[in-house]
């Protein structure tokens, strides 16, 4: 089975700072993986995905992830938080597979508060 | 492209009755999937359909149905509506490959008393 873990329900920093939202997966074969963005009252948005090749990911709105396979980590990065960041941020993971093989697996989310 | 949209936006319901959420996505996509949301547990994925006339169950099936008669539209019944589904309900579709990102809709916040 697939499984998603974000440890940490809140993360405050302060504008201008770097952020950083972990997340770890565990699967039985190569993953892939999407952070997705919830802002108050909307359906999630789509901010990055790794399916192969370079470890280092970059998506939307100045967001990047970094792939680990041997700590099973791929953390949601950006260099200078701003305000607008505020969200709801979720992980997910997909393995390819026969039967479920295109179900996404969401972790709990992180709650993202930056602060002026 | 309107792309993923849902109706209604609220719907509070009595227990013991039913009613259908609606999804309909614009995209030629042929994967969709209902999701419900609650505090501290992420989205959890209900039914979904890689096809038209395809279903299948997903985490929490239980007293949901769903039918897939078009690629657009992809409805989600709840039979006999009980206070443990109230909750926000995602509607998301997205190419069949499974390598793409999913595509959400606005969602319907249901409350059941």
């Given amino acids: 089975a697939q499984s998603v873990a974000q440890p940490e329900d809140q993360v405050n920093v302060a504008e201008g700072n770097p952020l950083t939202v972990k997340c770890t997966y565990s699967v039985s074969g190569n993953p892939y993986l999407f952070w997705y963005v919830q802002y108050p009252n909307r359906g999630l948005q789509f901010l990055l995905k790794y399916i192969t090749g370079d470890n280092l990911v ?22 200078s938080a701003l305000v607008s960041d505020s969200a709801l941020y979720f992980c997910a993971v997909r393995i390819l597979s026969s039967g479920s093989a295109r179900q996404l697996t969401f972790g709990s989310g992180t709650q993202l508060t930056v602060l002026p | 492209n309107a792309g993923v949209t849902q109706t209604p936006k609220f719907q509070v319901l009595k227990t013991g009755q039913s009613m259908t959420l609606q999804c ?15 505090p501290g547990m992420g989205l959890r994925l209900i039914h979904y359909s890689v096809g038209a006339g395809i279903t299948d169950q997903g985490e929490v099936p239980n007293g949901y149905n769903v039918s897939r008669s078009t690629t657009e539209d992809f409805p989600l019944r709840l039979l006999s509506a009980a206070p443990s589904q109230t909750s926000v309900y995602f509607c998301a579709s997205s190419f069949r490959t499974g390598v793409g990102e999913q595509y959400f809709g606005p969602g319907t916040r249901l409350t059941v008393t």
């Fill in chain 1, 58 to 79: 970059k998506g939307s709105y100045g967001f990047e992830a970094e792939f680990n396979k041997s700590q099973t980590s791929f953390h949601l990065k950006k260099p």
């Fill in chain 2, 24 to 38: 309909a996505q614009d995209m030629n996509h042929e994967y969709m999937s209902w999701y419900r949301q609650d």
